[in-house]
């Protein structure tokens, strides 16, 4: 029995020695406690064992000193560091390392841009009806202000034909958003007419998207509004929206859906089908999805060379309501015939005509040359002469801001206002007083037909 309680102390002289090395390690931490486990093992026992009990002196410099095999415990500095960014904290430090140090080396990931969502493609019932637009007339709704943050110019593509061909890429006569005085489907791009078969070039390195006939396929107004067409999708965006460059009217197309193209490289010839009954380009500019709503004005787009500019101009009241569908002239200050014609956008009530977000224009004067000129229009009998700088490569803003409406007066008010004295006026017969048969001596006899009836020399 006394052997077995022998054994008992010793192993507990042991456990106790080697608590005494680990308070030791942490004395710097524990002055208290390691003063304390430096009084000798064999008090401790005493007191464990009772009078009866025989003690056994194991001094505690007898155990040897273990020494662990990972990195000592942190010894809390005095002072903290001036460029550690987390203080120090004044209690004593855990060895769970703090989880805030461990997140910080995390680097972040910007994930991905979703992708768009196809839009529908079948092709719908019935036809849909040409509107009827907007001209010369007021808006009611406000047109998009001009954003003063979104000041890039993004003339990303160049012209769509080889060099020598369409220097002017518009036809002036039918620019964006206008539809040749009511002849046409308002204009959601820009067209060069060319001979059948001209090549059709990549206006940006991109990768394609649709190159197939729209027979069966809802890619316009209608099915079957190009014949055939190739869509690009650009390799850049515009404010985080995919940008598409889209050739309508294309025949012998040279590259397939799914294809990379580079700038210069030739993807169709210049053909007709489709709305179109002569041989041209049709260019558009689709931001945002492939769609024929998500159109915008082609000539803030491509690239208009080293000696030419853009005016990008809005037409809007004191209110930012747009003048739709208004005649604009453009001249040359140096040059009083060299006259340029555009048109503000139509009112139109399918918004297909959409104004870009930096410049908001509702008109646009493409391919002019540098120099100075002045934008002309008259509204409400009032006319208005805007001075205009074209800088090579640049965009010109111009803006009108025009007198506010003037209510007309109808005729009948006039007719009023115009009226002579009242002891002037003589009155008319009516309809029932007025004498539409020869007169009648007796009026309450009823003529004949006799007496109704012209004679012969009356006719003659």
């Given at each position: 029995?006394?052997?077995?309680?022998?054994?008992?102390?010793?192993?507990?002289?042991?456990?106790?020695?080697?608590?005494?090395?680990?308070?030791?390690?942490?004395?710097?931490?524990?002055?208290?406690?390691?003063?304390?486990?430096?009084?000798?093992?064999?008090?401790?026992?005493?007191?464990?064992?009772?009078?009866?009990?025989?003690?056994?002196?194991?001094?505690?410099?007898?155990?040897?000193?273990?020494?662990?095999?990972?990195?000592?415990?942190?010894?809390?500095?005095?002072?903290?560091?001036?460029?550690?960014?987390?203080?120090?904290?004044?209690?004593?430090?855990?060895?769970?390392?703090?989880?805030?140090?461990?997140?910080?080396?995390?680097?972040?990931?910007?994930?991905?841009?979703?992708?768009?969502?196809?839009?529908?493609?079948?092709?719908?019932?019935?036809?849909?009806?040409?509107?009827?637009?907007?001209?010369?007339?007021?808006?009611?709704?406000?047109?998009?202000?001009?954003?003063?943050?979104?000041?890039?110019?993004?003339?990303?593509?160049?012209?769509?034909?080889?060099?020598?061909?369409?220097?002017?890429?518009?036809?002036?006569?039918?620019?964006?958003?206008?539809?040749?005085?009511?002849?046409?489907?308002?204009?959601?791009?820009?067209?060069?007419?060319?001979?059948?078969?001209?090549?059709?070039?990549?206006?940006?390195?991109?990768?394609?998207?649709?190159?197939?006939?729209?027979?069966?396929?809802?890619?316009?107004?209608?099915?079957?509004?190009?014949?055939?067409?190739?869509?690009?999708?650009?390799?850049?965006?515009?404010?985080?929206?995919?940008?598409?460059?889209?050739?309508?009217?294309?025949?012998?197309?040279?590259?397939?859906?799914?294809?990379?193209?580079?700038?210069?490289?030739?993807?169709?010839?210049?053909?007709?089908?489709?709305?179109?009954?002569?041989?041209?380009?049709?260019?558009?500019?689709?931001?945002?999805?492939?769609?024929?709503?998500?159109?915008?004005?082609?000539?803030?787009?491509?690239?208009?060379?080293?000696?030419?500019?853009?005016?990008?101009?809005?037409?809007?009241?004191?209110?930012?309501?747009?003048?739709?569908?208004?005649?604009?002239?453009?001249?040359?200050?140096?040059n009083q015939s060299e006259i340029y014609p555009s048109w503000s956008y139509l009112g139109d009530p399918q918004h297909l005509a959409n104004a870009d977000e930096g410049w908001a224009e509702n008109f646009v004067f493409s391919d002019i040359k540098a120099?100075?000129?002045?934008?002309?229009?008259?509204?409400?009998?009032?006319?208005?002469?805007?001075?205009?700088?074209?800088?090579?490569?640049?965009?010109?803003?111009?803006?009108?801001?025009?007198?506010?409406?003037?209510?007309?007066?109808?005729?009948?008010?006039?007719?009023?206002?115009?009226?002579?004295?009242?002891?002037?006026?003589?009155?008319?017969?009516?309809?029932?007083?007025?004498?539409?048969?020869?007169?009648?001596?007796?009026?309450?006899?009823?003529?004949?037909?006799?007496?109704?009836?012209?004679?012969?020399?009356?006719?003659?």
């Amino acid at each position: 029995m006394k052997r077995k309680h022998r054994i008992g102390l010793i192993c507990t002289a042991v456990c106790l020695s080697f608590l005494s090395l680990l308070l030791s390690a942490c004395s710097a931490e524990f002055p208290a406690a390691a003063q304390r486990v430096g009084e000798s093992v064999p008090a401790v026992v005493a007191q464990m064992g009772g009078e009866e009990q025989e003690t056994i002196e194991v001094p505690a410099t007898d155990i040897p000193v273990l020494t662990p095999a990972l990195s000592p415990l942190p010894t809390q500095p005095t002072k903290a560091p001036p460029s550690t960014a987390t203080p120090v904290p004044t209690t004593a430090p855990t060895l769970i390392p703090s989880p805030t140090l461990t997140l910080t080396i995390t680097p972040s990931v910007t994930p991905p841009p979703s992708p768009t969502t196809e839009p529908s493609r079948f092709c719908p019932e019935t036809v849909p009806l040409k509107p009827e637009y907007n001209r010369f007339y007021l808006s009611a709704t406000k047109w998009p202000a001009a954003d003063d943050s979104v000041t890039e110019t993004h003339f990303w593509m160049s012209k769509p034909l080889p060099p020598g061909f369409g220097r002017i890429l518009t036809n002036q006569l039918f620019p964006y958003g206008w539809d040749e005085n009511g002849h046409l489907l308002l204009h959601t791009g820009v067209d060069t007419a060319e001979e059948l078969g001209t090549p059709v070039l990549a206006v940006a390195d991109g990768t394609v998207v649709v190159s197939q006939s729209d027979y069966s396929a809802w890619y316009g107004w209608r099915c079957d509004w190009y014949g055939h067409l190739v869509v690009i999708e650009l390799d850049v965006r515009w404010q985080d929206q995919p940008v598409y460059a889209l050739y309508g009217h294309v025949l012998n197309l040279q590259v397939e859906a799914g294809e990379r193209v580079y700038r210069g490289q030739q993807v169709a010839e210049i053909g007709v089908g489709g709305a179109a009954t002569h041989p041209h380009l049709h260019f558009e500019v689709r931001v945002g999805s492939n769609e024929f709503a998500h159109t915008r004005n082609p000539i803030l787009w491509l690239d208009p060379g080293p000696e030419r500019g853009v005016i990008a101009g809005r037409l809007v009241d004191s209110e930012g309501r747009p003048w739709q569908g208004v005649p604009l002239a453009l001249v040359n200050d140096n040059n009083q015939s060299e006259i340029y014609p555009s048109w503000s956008y139509l009112g139109d009530p399918q918004h297909l005509a959409n104004a870009d977000e930096g410049w908001a224009e509702n008109f646009v004067f493409s391919d002019i040359k540098a120099g100075n000129y002045h934008v002309i229009t008259q509204i409400q009998d009032v006319d208005y002469k805007i001075p205009v700088e074209v800088t090579p490569g640049e965009v010109a803003v111009v803006e009108i801001i025009t007198e506010d409406y003037k209510t007309p007066v109808p005729e009948t008010l006039l007719e009023i206002t115009t009226t002579p004295a009242a002891e002037e006026i003589v009155p008319t017969p009516t309809v029932e007083e007025s004498s539409l048969t020869p007169a009648v001596e007796d009026s309450t006899q009823t003529p004949t037909v006799d007496e109704i009836r012209p004679s012969p020399t009356e006719t003659s």
